[in-house]
């Protein structure tokens, strides 16, 4: 490959590399094993350069890093996180120095990013393309490989199993 | 539009992926109707909180580092052919193997001080303990204008840091560390999957000495001293590709003083 193509890519695909490592993150529950993953992905996508015409650059390469975030997976088949983030959170709930409100706020968060890591990954990773990445179903739909529709449904059953777990879909007295 | 077709679409109506008319339809249709109304706050709710409280995340320079270090490899998309090494580099690594083999091996044979060792002893530790998560770096950034000046005031010697992204060894940072009693200055660099760690302080014998190399542990130990600075540089990496990185250090730091 000439050094001209490899500038073209690390010019429009490196500026997604936030978002390509933001989902690896999400979808392998591990910061180091994402950094495998997605610069394994990075070096696949250069090599499959040549089949990039036109169109969205971070769909494209989102693509490609799902896939071997999956990839990755089936070989290492392990539970090994059965609860993703226990003492750290544990820790972070309890450090007296924090005002109460920041407190509060860090441990909504780390409930947060349990109950989203608890996920299954086919409505976790609808759920991240949407809410964290901010794509839309057409993008969506070619990322994960599905109808439009499904991605429809399942992002409504992702978000049901989220509400009922965040509580948010308790009846309020009034 | 009844409940049952406002359920099927408020999830797109949501997230704005409905057409103008069905988007008309089911606002007309929660205004009417308690029940899809409450289903829509929640939704609303839920969306909210995912999209305020689920962290986007950034790329670790140290990622940055490593995808950039392979970009720079020539044989990275090439994995069938023989990598084409430039002839340049090899003469420099080869001069390097020879000088280490004519003079550094045998020194270091003949006389390895107990001062030599614990040095030894020390850097591999150093090295070792800087793999683990966020032990590598203090400062960590890729251009040698931020980890330079970063070592003033807090090392009585201020440390070679070229760029070398050019020749596949990004930068990747720097840190302070404890060798042989004393702090000593850290810079880090790349090379695909594997970090270099090179080490310098201030050396209490004034002489030079050409590189001279040891295995321990799985790992690769050079040391060598130069206009009164005591070098080390420890890696994972191959023996030829750490002379070659060596090499190219060394070049620049003759350019740089």
Redesign the interface.
């Known amino acids: 490959?000439a050094q001209r193509d490899?500038e073209r890519?690390?010019r429009i695909v490196?500026p997604h590399?936030?978002d390509?490592?933001?989902l690896a993150?999400y979808l392998l529950r591990d910061?180091?094993d994402a950094?495998?993953v997605?610069?394994d992905a990075?070096?696949r996508a250069?090599?499959y350069f040549d089949g990039y015409r036109e169109g969205d650059a971070r769909a494209w390469l989102l693509t490609i890093v799902r896939n071997c975030c999956l990839t990755w997976q089936r070989r290492h088949r392990s539970d090994r996180l059965a609860v993703p983030f226990g003492d750290e959170v544990i820790e972070r709930i309890s450090d007296s120095r924090e005002t109460d409100t920041r407190a509060i706020e860090r441990s909504?968060?780390a409930v947060?990013?349990r109950v989203?890591a608890e996920l299954p990954t086919e409505f976790r990773e609808v759920?991240?393309l949407?809410?964290?990445e901010g794509l839309?179903?057409k993008e969506i739909s070619e990322v994960v490989g599905i109808p439009m529709g499904t991605v429809?449904s399942r992002?409504?059953r992702a978000?049901k199993r989220?509400?009922s777990a965040?509580g948010?879909?308790v009846?309020e007295a009034s | 539009m009844r409940c049952a077709d406002c359920h099927d679409a408020v999830n797109a109506f949501v997230d704005g992926e409905l057409l103008a008319d069905e988007q008309r339809d089911v606002r007309e249709h929660l205004a009417t109707c308690a029940d899809c109304r409450r289903e829509h706050e929640v939704l609303v709710a839920t969306t909210r909180t995912l999209k305020e409280g689920l962290v986007r995340h950034r790329a670790p320079d140290v990622l940055k580092a490593r995808i950039r270090s392979a970009l720079a490899q020539p044989d990275t998309f090439a994995p069938a052919a023989d990598p084409p090494r430039r002839s340049w580099m090899r003469l420099v690594a080869a001069g390097v193997v020879i000088a280490a083999a004519s003079s550094g091996l045998t020194v270091a044979t003949l006389r390895q001080p107990f001062a030599q060792q614990r040095a030894t002893t020390d850097v591999l530790a150093s090295h070792i303990r800087s793999l683990m998560p966020g032990h590598l770096v203090d400062i960590a950034s890729t251009d040698q204008h931020n980890v330079k000046p970063w070592f003033n005031g807090r090392l009585d010697l201020s440390p070679t840091v070229p760029r070398l992204d050019s020749l596949g060894f990004p930068l990747i940072g720097g840190r302070i560390d404890y060798v042989a009693g004393h702090p000593v200055a850290a810079v880090v660099y790349g090379r695909r999957q594997h970090v270099i760690n090179v080490f310098s302080w201030p050396a209490a014998d004034a002489s030079a000495l050409a590189p001279s190399t040891s295995a321990e542990k799985g790992y690769h130990l050079v040391h060598w001293r130069n206009a009164g600075i005591e070098m080390w540089a420890v890696s994972d990496l191959n023996l030829a590709e750490l002379q070659q990185f060596i090499a190219a250090l060394e070049r620049s730091d003759s350019t740089t003083r």
């Open positions: 490959m490899v890519f690390e490196l590399l936030d390509a490592y933001t993150r910061e180091h950094q495998d997605v610069q990075v070096l250069l090599r909504e968060r947060l990013e989203v759920i991240v949407r809410e964290v839309s179903y429809m992002l409504a978000r989220l509400a965040l948010l879909d009846r």
